[in-house]
């Protein structure tokens, strides 16, 4: 299984909206609606933002919300905040009934 | 609460096999639908999934990496345990253990441990 695409960058002002992509096959994120996004901080471990697509985990910002559209699916960030600075990850299920995360994007704050 | 501690060795030999144990509390391997995965991290790069097992011991493998991985788990002691084996340099990363719940998803990580392969 091939990692899902990313773009390695994405910036923004404090106060505007970003949005992440995240590419895959039919086989992974156009096949079910079970893809999860995590932001990373350095040196700290993953946490989960989104899940299932379009979900939040109790504590997440709703500065965060997901969407899919056939193979791709997007994370957007609204009202950016210097705290949003960090490094993203989606990640899908696969027809392998295994998981897959992708190549990952640093977001900066300018 | 949920937490998750990965423990082993900070430096192994290439050649060598890996061992790390994933100790957690906050809930029971035996429950069903849960889970407990590995992720990897080479420094500077991106995260990359390992294995994950379940409350039925089903167990499941990155595609890539099968033929040199093995999870198993003691629901008795709350440990999870993935060896690697043939280590090289290319395995040199910080290694994560994850509690999948019932959704495909990981919600609660571990700190990570640093491994360093090197001779």
């Known amino acids: 299984q091939s990692a899902l695409t990313q773009p390695a960058s994405v910036s923004g002002s404090p106060g505007q909206s970003i949005t992440i992509s995240c590419t895959g096959t039919s086989s992974d994120v156009g096949g079910y609606n079970y893809v999860s996004w995590y932001q990373q901080h350095p040196g700290k471990a993953p946490k989960l933002m989104i899940y299932d697509v379009s979900n939040r985990p109790s504590g997440v910002s709703n500065r965060f919300s997901g969407s899919k559209s056939g193979n791709t699916a997007s994370l957007t960030i609204s009202g950016l905040q210097a705290e949003d600075e960090a490094d993203y990850y989606c990640s899908s299920y696969t027809s392998s009934s295994t998981l897959v995360f992708g190549t990952g994007t640093k977001v900066t704050v300018l | 609460q949920i937490t998750l501690k990965e423990s082993g060795p900070t430096l192994v030999k290439p050649t060598q096999t890996l061992t790390l144990t994933c100790t957690f509390s906050?809930?029971?391997?035996?429950?069903?639908?849960?889970?407990v995965g590995w992720i990897r991290q080479p420094p500077g790069k991106a995260l990359e999934w390992l294995a994950l097992i379940y409350w039925d011991d089903d167990k499941r493998y990155s595609p890539s990496l099968k033929s040199r991985l093995t999870i198993t788990k003691d629901t008795s002691k709350n440990q999870v345990v993935l060896t690697m084996t043939n280590m090289d340099p290319v395995d040199t990363a910080t290694y994560y253990c994850?509690?999948?719940?019932?959704?495909?998803?990981?919600?609660?990580w571990g700190q990570g441990t640093l491994v360093t392969v090197s001779s």
């Open positions: 994850a509690h999948r719940g019932l959704g495909k998803y990981f919600d609660y």
């Open positions: 906050g809930f029971s391997l035996s429950t069903s639908g849960v889970g």
